[in-house]
């Protein structure tokens, strides 16, 4: 089982950015489809981004479009979410997830879809 480490939240003033990074502490994450998922207090977990298996096709939450982009490296097998212009209702805890695909020419923010998860990143905007 792939087990996933993510990092890079923290507190950011509204309009600023964060890196969420994520890597696997075991197993190889080239193989899977990767997503990042949040969830604020008393509101359910929600897709906010995903990626393919080779990087080439991307979905996004409706009110992130535009402001977050995800990527993955595979030489260094460590995913991203790049985040700008964040507002206060970014904040949440971010998780990133991973599944083997059966088609690995799509991804779905759909978080039922996923078996790995990591433990979660704050990320908090205020001022």
């Known amino acids: 089982q792939l087990q996933l480490v993510e990092s890079g939240g923290g507190l950011v003033q509204p309009g600023g950015s964060l890196r969420l990074s994520c890597a696997a502490s075991?197993?190889?994450?080239?193989?899977?489809?990767i997503g990042w998922f949040r969830q604020a207090p008393g509101q359910e977990r929600e897709g906010v981004a995903c990626?393919?298996?080779?990087?080439?096709?991307?979905n996004y939450l409706d009110s992130v479009k535009g402001r977050f982009t995800i990527s993955r490296d595979k030489v260094n097998m460590t995913a991203y979410l790049q985040m700008t212009e964040l507002k206060p209702e970014d904040t949440a805890v971010y998780y990133c997830?991973?599944?083997?695909?059966?088609?690995?020419?799509?991804?779905?923010?759909?978080?039922?879809?996923?078996?790995?998860w990591g433990q979660g990143t704050q990320v908090t905007v205020s001022s």
């Open positions: 997830a991973a599944v083997i695909p059966v088609n690995p020419n799509v991804c779905t923010v759909d978080p039922r879809r996923y078996r790995d």
């Open positions: 075991r197993g190889i994450l080239n193989f899977y489809v």
């Open positions: 990626i393919n298996y080779s990087g080439s096709r991307t």
